[in-house]
Every structure is written in structure tokens, then in C-alpha cells.
């Protein structure tokens, strides 16, 4: 038996001593191996399990020393009698115990937090388009490791362990402040800056601090349902206020209002960038109308084109914004470390509510993140990450602008780890969820985020965080072939398109010196030149302009393009219907694939 309860991984970093006892020592706890029983001697169990003798000596006898098994001589190893002594009885006869809830009970039950944006097995499907989620080659397990050795020798355990209350750790407030606070153009002093265990309890400290049943608070729709319930539950009265391509309109709907909710960075969950503009904005009205913001700026991390813009907190003059962060959700599944920074004043609130629940997060872990920071880790693992997601971020793009490219519109985002996508009119988001998980993809509902039950159909969310690189170009491509599939009866056909098909003749008379412009899924135009000598040009507008080149040529009535970049640098043929200045590609299925707009010749 002891063979099968005694696994030995060589593919793990832990020690086969470190292993060997783990196992045994659960194996005691939950009664596989009970108290007085006696256990192989070293030399068989060695041989049982495939390791050196040796090994299961060390390990034998520290188990002696911490009292879980006992050496008797001449007789053996056996488990220490007392290994259970001062545990609770627990021989009770449960089968006559009547089954009771307590649900009638329940005071502050919440309604919609418990559900999530994908399953609980997201690792086994093949395309996990999943925000949030994240695949255990990108955890730092080298470097978080250094750090939590160095946080734990015996001098820097003396140190922590002497902080009294509800301090926290002196080192890893004074790193958020110089290393972290800074990328956002905050300034703050240890004294404005509170620990927390993630982003989440920050939010619920805020929310115990400053809402009761007087408070009306507005916040984003769609928008992260976590804040409206955790508002809700202290009894505020919510004001939804709509996104559009700046972030959180900026109304006289909040005129009224003592607290507004925001997600500025990469909004929650459109991934849209507040502009400056509108932060102005907000600023402006919360002076005036004399309301608290709360910026969560939990992905100011992940911005691929162009620069982040300031927090909002960094642009406050008068103490109306509270800031909270965390560090990278990366981490999040090793150690969960968020802060709050506001004025002192608040800060010392705060930290009497966190009392109420705990004194403050763990303070071994406070300090290995203070050395993961103070080390370059952080910065380091950043810069890789950052590096890691752009790719990922930029391949769904193309994919999506390949595969669905007159299908959906993404909108105008720079930054974030996740698309927020509009496909066809027609197209039902939750029976296209269904359908793509049994093909192994995974998208994420929308529903979830709108404050009514009324909520777009046609929308859903798919992330780069959770699916590998070389996997995306394949998952789109599928999930393409679905949804034109489940849209096929409302799309328009070659032989039931409006206008004109245009042969050979017609294709050598209208395409040479001509200049097309399309719209991107992302939001943004591209302008195609076809040169008369076969030679083509493109460029996309807006910010993270890109370039590209390629050929062109007519051949049995299609029209055929190669870019050196674009489009994979494939060879792809078009029929072309022209309908006005309006140009529809159609591929050699008869589908339609992309319309343009004639914008006129090259005079060159």
C-alpha cells in the first residue's frame, strides 16, 4: 500500500526527501498509516518507492524529532501513539442527524458572484480564450523562490515578526512607493499606502468605509459585478453610467451622486482606455458636484500602443480619488498582494476596518514580495510578461481581422488582455459559447457584466492570458468557421449579392493605380494602393499605425493579393462585386469576406 500512497515526482523541483515526508506526514494526519502502527523499515521502504536508503534515513529521523513516528529497538518504526492526543472525538453517529439548512438565516447573501467566466477544467480544452486565467509557464518559480528564502532567514523573521498591530511591512510599502506608485505618476508616503490581500478587499474596505444607505454611487455598464454587488450589500444606490470609445461617459447623471466606480486603465470588461480628455472630465465634475472617485487600476501594466496615460490619483488635486492596485495577477495564484493609497487620514480608517477581519496580510509574505521588488524581479518578470501578452495580444488581433474580418468589430483599444467582441447581428453569444466549447474553444459570456438583465446577444470576451501563442491562430480560425456556420442563412452570397461581378475585364479596368480603404475589426481604417505594376501598399491609421507591402494580380476572374506580412503572407484569390463605390470580396466558397470603399486613384 505504502507504494501507492508515496508518489515520487522526479520532474519537480521539491526534494525526494522533502517529498517523501510530505507524504508521509499527510498519511498520518488522515489515518492511512494509524497511530501505533508500524512502518517499512528504511532499507525496504528505499527500495519500494526507488530511492537511496539514505534518503528515507533522513527523513525517518526527522519525523522522530518532530514526534510524528517513534524508533522502538529491535522492533521496528512505528507511529507515535500520540499523534492524535488533544484531537476532538469525532466518532459520531451521523446518520441520525437530521439534515437542517440555515439559509433562512442568511443576512447578507449576495446574488450573482458566483459566477464565473469559464469552468473550473479550462485547462483541458484546447483554446482557452479565458481572461484571467493563466497557464503555469509564465509564474516566476525561480525568482519568487529566491525571494521568499530571503524573506525567511532567522534575521529577517526577528524583523517582521516584531511589527506590532496592524502595521505592515515598512520594506514593502517604502518598494510600492518608489518602485511602483511612480509608473503611475503617484507620489505618496508610506503613511497613504495600505496593504491588502488582493484587489478584492480593498474594494470591500473602501466600500465598508464610505457607503451606507445614504450613498448613491454610479458605476460602469457594463462593469466588473463584483463592486456593484459589494455596493449594493452595504446598501448604495446605484447610478449605471455608459462606456463609449473614451471610457466612462461623463454626464449630469452623476451629478447627484457621492461616489463614482471606475476602471480607467483598460476598462472592465471593454479593455477601452480612458483618454485624457475624459479624465479631465471626471476630475472636473467630482469637484464640482462633490464626490469621491475610486480608480481601479488593477491592469495599468498591459498597455501595448503608445504610452499609459496618469492615473487619475496623480491628477487630483484635491483629494477625491482613491487608488487601488495590485500587484500582477500573475501572481495572484502564489501570493495576493493588493494597496490602497489615499490620504493618511483615510489610510488610518481603513486599516481599524482590516483589523476587524485580520491584523494585516501575512507578514512572511508582505517581505517576499518586498525582496521580489527590491531584487529587479518584479521589473524583470514585467518586462517578460508585457512582452509574452503583446505577442499574444497582437496574433488574436490578426487572426480576428483574418478570419472575421466583415464579421465583428473589436472597437478601439490599446492595451488590456482581453477583446470585447460584436459579431453578427444575428448571432446568438450563448448558444456560440455552447457550441465552441464542445469544439474545445472557450469564450466568456458577457451577461455578467450588465447591470439589467437586457444585455447584447451577439457579444462575448476572449483573453490572451490563458492559451499559448502558437494556439491562437488555429482556435480563431475554428471558432470563424462556427460562427459561419450558425450565421450562414442571414449572410450575404455571391449569387444573391447586390451589384455587379466584375470579370477579367472589368478587374483590369478598375483595380490598376486604384485606392481602397477598409475598416480593421479593431476600430481603425486601412488604406490598400494597388500600383499599376502589380505592386500593392498598406497602411492602417490611428495609433500603432502598421505597414505593409505586397503583389497583385488578376487570374480567371478573381482578383489575387500576397502581402510580404499581412495575412500570414498567404496567396489569397477574391471575387469582386462592385456595388457603387462599395467593393465586396467574396472567397472561392462563394462567402462574403470583406467589403471596401473606392476612394479613388493614384496620381502618381
Given amino acids: 500500500m505504502i507504494r501507492r500512497l508515496i508518489h515520487i515526482d522526479h520532474q519537480l523541483d521539491e526534494s525526494l526527501q522533502s517529498q517523501i515526508r510530505r507524504k508521509l506526514v499527510e498519511g498520518i494526519l488522515v489515518g492511512s498509516f494509524m497511530p501505533g502502527s508500524r512502518l517499512p523499515s528504511s532499507r525496504k521502504l528505499a527500495e519500494q518507492i526507488g530511492v537511496a536508503r539514505n534518503t528515507v534515513v533522513l527523513v525517518y529521523q526527522t519525523l522522530i524529532d518532530e514526534g510524528y513516528i517513534v524508533s522502538k529497538e529491535r522492533s521496528g518504526i512505528y507511529v507515535s501513539d500520540d499523534i492524535h492526543k488533544g484531537w476532538v472525538n469525532a466518532d459520531v453517529d451521523t446518520h441520525n442527524i437530521q439534515s437542517k439548512d440555515n439559509f433562512h438565516r442568511f443576512k447578507g447573501q449576495l446574488k450573482t458572484t458566483s459566477e464565473?467566466?469559464?469552468?473550473?477544467?479550462?485547462?483541458?480544452?484546447?483554446?482557452?480564450?479565458?481572461?484571467?486565467?493563466?497557464?503555469?509557464?509564465?509564474?516566476?518559480?525561480?525568482e519568487w523562490r529566491d525571494a521568499n528564502n530571503k524573506a525567511n532567514t532567522t534575521r529577517e523573521i526577528y524583523q517582521w515578526s516584531e511589527?506590532?498591530?496592524?502595521?505592515?511591512?515598512?520594506?514593502?510599502?517604502?518598494?510600492?512607493?518608489?518602485?511602483?506608485?511612480?509608473r503611475r505618476g503617484i507620489q505618496a508616503s508610506s503613511a497613504e499606502i495600505l496593504i491588502t490581500v488582493g484587489t478584492q478587499q480593498a474594494l470591500n474596505l473602501v466600500s465598508q468605509l464610505f457607503v451606507d444607505h445614504s450613498v448613491t454611487a454610479a458605476v460602469e455598464d457594463p462593469g466588473f459585478p463584483e463592486m456593484r454587488e459589494l455596493l449594493v450589500k452595504y446598501g448604495a444606490k446605484l447610478v449605471y453610467q455608459p462606456i463609449d470609445d473614451n471610457g466612462m461617459v461623463?454626464?449630469?447623471?452623476?451629478?447627484?451622486?457621492?461616489?463614482?466606480?471606475?476602471?480607467p486603465s483598460h476598462q472592465t470588461p471593454t479593455s477601452i482606455t480612458m483618454s485624457m480628455t475624459r479624465r479631465y472630465e471626471l476630475l472636473k465634475k467630482a469637484q464640482q458636484q462633490d464626490f469621491l472617485i475610486i480608480e481601479d487600476d488593477f491592469?495599468?501594466?498591459?498597455?501595448?500602443?503608445?504610452?499609459?496615460?496618469?492615473?487619475?490619483?496623480?491628477?487630483?488635486?484635491?483629494?477625491?480619488?482613491?487608488?487601488?492596485?495590485?500587484?500582477?495577477?500573475?501572481?495572484?495564484?502564489?501570493?495576493?498582494?493588493?494597496?490602497?493609497?489615499?490620504d493618511s487620514g483615510v489610510i488610518s480608517e481603513l486599516k481599524k476596518l482590516r483589523k476587524?477581519?485580520?491584523?494585516?496580510?501575512?507578514?512572511?509574505?508582505?517581505?517576499?514580495?518586498?525582496?521580489?521588488?527590491?531584487?529587479?524581479?518584479?521589473?524583470?518578470?514585467?518586462?517578460?510578461?508585457h512582452k509574452v501578452f503583446f505577442e499574444r495580444w497582437l496574433t488574436l488581433r490578426e487572426a480576428l481581422n483574418i478570419y472575421l474580418p466583415n464579421c465583428i468589430d473589436t472597437g478601439p483599444i490599446q492595451g488590456g488582455t482581453a477583446y470585447w467582441v460584436t459579431g453578427p447581428a444575428q448571432l446568438d453569444g450563448e448558444y456560440l459559447r455552447v457550441k465552441a466549447a464542445e469544439l474545445g474553444i472557450l469564450i466568456e459570456p458577457v451577461k455578467r457584466y450588465f447591470a439589467s438583465s437586457e444585455h447584447p446577444e451577439n457579444c462575448f470576451r476572449m483573453g490572451v492570458t490563458s492559451i499559448p501563442n502558437d494556439k491562437i491562430r488555429e482556435g480563431v480560425s475554428k471558432l470563424a468557421d462556427l460562427i459561419h456556420l450558425l450565421t450562414a442563412d442571414y449572410e450575404e452570397k455571391l449569387d444573391n449579392a447586390r451589384g455587379k461581378l466584375l470579370d477579367n475585364r472589368g478587374l483590369a479596368e478598375l483595380l490598376p493605380g486604384a485606392r481602397l480603404e477598409c475598416q480593421m475589426v479593431y476600430g481603425v481604417p486601412c488604406i490598400i494602393e494597388l500600383l499599376a505594376d502589380g505592386c500593392m501598399r498598406g497602411r492602417t491609421l490611428g495609433v500603432g499605425s502598421e505597414v505593409d507591402v505586397g503583389r497583385w494580380w488578376i487570374e480567371n476572374g478573381l482578383y489575387y493579393r500576397q502581402w510580404k506580412l499581412w495575412g500570414y503572407g498567404e496567396i489569397k484569390g477574391f471575387f469582386v462585386i462592385m456595388d457603387g463605390d462599395q467593393m465586396k470580396w467574396f472567397d472561392q466558397n462563394y462567402c462574403f469576406v470583406r467589403q471596401l470603399e473606392l476612394k479613388g486613384y493614384l496620381t502618381e
Avoid at 452623476?254 to 463614482?260: A, E, F, G, H, T
Avoid at 485580520?358 to 524581479?377: C, D, E, I, T
Fill in 299 to 342: 491592469e495599468f501594466e498591459s498597455n501595448f500602443l503608445g504610452q499609459p496615460h496618469p492615473a487619475l490619483r496623480s491628477l487630483d488635486k484635491d483629494n477625491r480619488v482613491i487608488y487601488i492596485s495590485c500587484l500582477s495577477k500573475v501572481l495572484a495564484s502564489g501570493v495576493q498582494i493588493g494597496f490602497i493609497v489615499a
Fill in 356 to 385: 476587524m477581519a485580520m491584523r494585516n496580510p501575512p507578514l512572511n509574505n508582505q517581505r517576499a514580495v518586498a525582496y521580489f521588488l527590491s531584487l529587479g524581479y518584479y521589473d524583470a518578470f514585467m518586462m517578460h510578461l
Fill in 163 to 182: 511589527l506590532q498591530g496592524v502595521e505592515d511591512d515598512p520594506m514593502l510599502l517604502d518598494q510600492i512607493r518608489s518602485k511602483i506608485l511612480p
Fill in 116 to 142: 464565473t467566466s469559464c469552468p473550473s477544467n479550462w485547462q483541458r480544452f484546447a483554446y482557452p480564450f479565458i481572461d484571467g486565467k493563466y497557464d503555469a509557464s509564465l509564474y516566476p518559480v525561480r
Fill in 250 to 263: 461623463v454626464n449630469p447623471q452623476l451629478d447627484n451622486c457621492d461616489i463614482v466606480y471606475t476602471t
